[in-house]
């Protein structure tokens, strides 16, 4: 994360005696990154986090890669995807993965978690497609809603609350290594730079704590090594009273990236919102197209060697694709060319600005679609370059 944060009680001193109203002490724990070397918080608790009261049965919970597919270019038809499970960890339905990232789509039946949820396996990045609500984990409260990047540290314990009316569509990546902003965008102290498409003032830490000292039963599910494992507690983990540092979930809106434009076509670098290890996230947003008296809106032709492109379409209507709709994926393999359907480069000569939202996912790694994918797969996608 860019920024220190802090909220609620905190000791004045880091590691010293911080005492409750009773006498005793609160629990100090450290959730910290890369062993001792990467960026930190220190919570401040009531109960012990480590006092567990069961451990539930473990639960398998990953995907298997369709191998059967092969390399194609690919259409994934989600759109009209309504609901894709009960609830939260069931609607998770990952569409393609690797070993460094997975991605997939979520629209719970439930609109309300009655259990939180512990990824220990990555950082997480929720992009809400549609939809309303509140992130509750032990660092606070954060509303979020519709065109919002989330973005979750991996251990982070948090649950969501969605709004009932209305649409709900989220679109879920999963990465093995840290979610950051980009480096290039960050001056020697990671302040984002003047030149960079967003800044601190648009990234939106918790609000306030939500701090539940009632004793009870609570569950949180772990995630780990593709299994869930429940674990009961008799305190929430929520029972945080004040913490401080750099590690913290936070929200992001695609509405606040501001795209960078140029006189001939930019390629796709200018989009990017976010680094990880093995892939890159992108925004596409409104912007005005390329002035050169002779540009070309529409891209040119692209051969990735060493790099697989997902684009999500979220709003507007794609110049360089033909039959996509809002909540499509196009996955183009590395090894294979693409470029703009027949008629979209003439089409866009003159054009002057698009309208279009859509997150775009560059992996490092050839992705494979899993078989929870092949209910979606558009047959005449590969040959749709066919005039």
């Not at 540092?245 to 809106?253: C, F, K």
């Not at 979220?314 to 499509?328: H, L, P, T, V």
């Amino acid at each position: 994360m860019a920024y220190y944060y802090r909220l609620g009680k905190i000791s004045p001193k880091r590691h010293t005696q911080f005492r409750q109203p009773d006498g005793s002490l609160y629990k100090e724990e450290l959730v910290s990154s890369k062993g001792f070397s990467g960026i930190y918080s220190n919570l401040y608790h009531q109960y012990n986090p480590n006092e567990v009261k069961s451990i539930g049965k473990a639960i398998p919970y990953s995907w298997k890669p369709a191998k059967e597919h092969g390399l194609q270019q690919t259409h994934l038809k989600t759109s009209g995807v309504e609901v894709t499970g009960e609830d939260y960890l069931s609607a998770r339905r990952i569409l393609m993965m690797n070993s460094d990232v997975m991605m997939g789509i979520c629209t719970p039946k439930k609109r309300k978690m009655d259990f939180f949820f512990k990824n220990a396996d990555g950082d997480e990045l929720i992009y809400v497609h549609d939809g309303e609500g509140v992130l509750y984990s032990q660092f606070g409260k954060l509303s979020v809603k519709k065109g919002d990047y989330i973005m979750i540290p991996r251990t982070t314990i948090y649950r969501f609350e969605f709004k009932e009316e209305g649409p709900l569509r989220l679109l879920v990546i999963e990465s093995h290594g840290p979610i950051e902003t980009v480096k290039r965008y960050r001056n020697e102290v990671g302040q984002l730079l003047e030149h960079s498409p967003y800044c601190e003032r648009d990234i939106r830490p918790p609000e306030e704590l939500e701090v539940e000292s009632e004793k009870g039963d609570y569950l949180v599910y772990i995630k780990k090594k593709g299994m869930l494992y429940p674990y009961s507690y008799e305190h929430s983990p929520l029972d945080i009273v004040g913490w401080d540092g750099y590690l913290y979930p936070y929200a992001l809106s695609i509405f606040d990236f501001e795209p960078i434009t140029g006189r001939i076509h930019q390629p796709p670098p200018v989009h990017q919102t976010f680094q990880a290890w093995g892939f890159v996230i992108c925004s596409f947003v409104p912007r005005l197209f390329d002035y050169h008296p002779l540009a070309i809106p529409a891209p040119y032709n692209h051969s990735n060697i060493d790099s697989d492109e997902v684009l999500y379409y979220a709003e507007g209507e794609f110049m360089s694709r033909k039959g996509i709709d809002r909540g499509s994926f196009t996955i183009h393999m590395g090894g294979l060319p693409h470029g703009p359907h027949p008629g979209t480069v003439e089409k866009s000569i003159g054009a002057k600005s698009t309208e279009e939202y859509a997150v775009m996912l560059d992996t490092f790694k050839s992705l494979e679609i899993t078989t929870d994918a092949l209910e979606f797969v558009d047959d005449n996608y590969p040959m749709s370059w066919t005039e």
